[in-house]
DNA sequence: GAAATTTGACCGAC
DNA sequence: GTCGGTCAAATTTC
């Protein structure tokens, strides 16, 4: 009887967690799309300077504090909400498909993936010039508020997209910095609800040496969400935001990635 | 004509 | 030998 209630009570504080943590996820993803949407205008329209440089530390702050308000989550959630039952990872996907209505296909699919043989670190090619990396994944892949000169484009093993590869057009000026774009696979991103969002990883090496120049002279290249007018920016932001919402999944989401999704000299390169 | 992209060849790590 | 990353000539776009 006592076990009945500690049972439900254990159930209920999970249930509890769970949307809170959700809840919070959800807010930094709009918080990084609405940065996304904002810093570009107010360089665009020549705003900058001190107000750009503010709301980005507005911004981050608020972010900042997001995922720290996660980390604690998920920390306390030991002693605050009981241990959570060890399960396997089958069953852990079973569990979230339930939650979520997906069919039974798209969970063969799931399980399928979770027993492919994942290539291990020991056999990934390291770059030649040993760079470090950063990567996120992102739907408007182009939109980082850098300038960058396609130099290469090859199928990868195992891929559905090809890769392309890109560096910085002011690499006579010594910037080193590259970026590779990789469309994921439609039926290997998270689980989807039947829209066609299509996602990609992109990847970046190296540092910016060539302090943005692009940026601080107005020149600012904004493809995509913000080359358009304001008005179908805006529209266009909330319907991603939407289908955000739709297919959203823990997994996805890396926090310190999203950060650099306006990855300009606003923000402090040495950081990595 | 300049700048950007494409694409096959090459290089080097594994 | 395979495969990912880069180079550079050819092609396309503005």
């Known amino acids: 009887m006592a076990n009945n209630n500690n049972n439900n009570s254990m159930a209920s504080s999970m249930a509890a967690r769970e949307e809170i943590e959700a809840l919070l996820r959800r807010q930094q993803q709009l918080v990084t799309q609405l940065r996304a949407l904002v810093l570009p205008s107010l360089l665009r329209d020549n705003v900058g300077g001190e107000s750009a440089e503010l709301a980005v530390q507005l911004f981050d702050d608020v972010i900042g504090c997001n995922t720290s308000a996660v980390s604690s989550l998920l920390r306390a959630g030991g002693s605050l909400f009981g241990a959570e039952p060890a399960v396997d990872d089958k069953s852990l996907v ?7 209505a997906i069919s039974p296909g798209e969970i063969r699919m799931k399980e399928e993936e979770q027993t492919r043989p994942v290539r ?22 182009h939109y980082d508020g850098h ?3 396609k130099y290469g484009q090859k199928n990868i093993n195992g891929m559905q997209h090809s890769r392309s590869y890109y560096r910085c057009t002011y690499k006579e000026r010594n910037c080193s910095a590259t970026k590779t774009v990789q469309e ?13 969002t299509v996602k990609y990883t992109v990847v970046y090496y190296g540092h910016h040496t060539c302090n943005g120049e692009n940026i601080s002279n107005g020149n600012v290249d904004l493809p995509q969400l913000v080359s358009m007018d304001l008005d179908q920016t805006v529209e266009e932001m909330a319907r ?11 997994g ?6 999203l950060l650099e999704v306006l990855d300009n000299p606003l923000l402090n390169w040495d950081m990595w």
């Open 240 to 250: 991603m935001t939407t289908y955000q919402a739709q297919e959203f999944d823990e």
């Open 184 to 196: 994921q696979d439609h039926n290997r991103s998270s689980f989807s609800y039947g829209d066609e």
């Open 147 to 149: 300038q960058w000169r």
């Open 252 to 257: 996805d989401l890396d926090v310190p990635a």
């Open 120 to 141: 291990s670190v020991a056999t990934k090619r390291r770059r030649k010039d040993g760079k470090r990396s950063r990567s996120l994944v992102t739907n408007v892949p």
């Open 94 to 100: 079973r569990k979230k498909m339930l939650n979520r």
